[in-house]
């Protein structure tokens, strides 16, 4: 089960080139963030770019979106 919930206790948001990052807080079970751990792993050394577990997960909302017709 995945839970994600976003912080009220301080607003806190990151700056990049294209977009901009807030914080937020998600409740995942321990083998989904040892799969993200993984996948961080594995991006970086094919990209040779240090890839976190929260790009991944950016990643994957993006194509979970896109194809439900959804651009972000």
């Known amino acids: 089960m995945i839970m994600v ?8 948001s990151m700056e990049t080139d294209h977009e901009k990052l807030r914080k937020t807080s998600v409740y995942l079970e321990e083998e989904v963030l040892e799969a993200l751990e993984e996948a ?9 770019k240090k890839w976190s577990r929260g790009a991944v997960i950016r990643v994957a909302l993006s194509d979970f979106f896109t194809r439900r017709g959804k651009m972000l």
């Open 5 to 12: 919930y976003p912080c009220i206790q301080r607003k806190v």
């Open 40 to 48: 961080a792993r594995e991006i970086s050394r094919e990209t040779g």
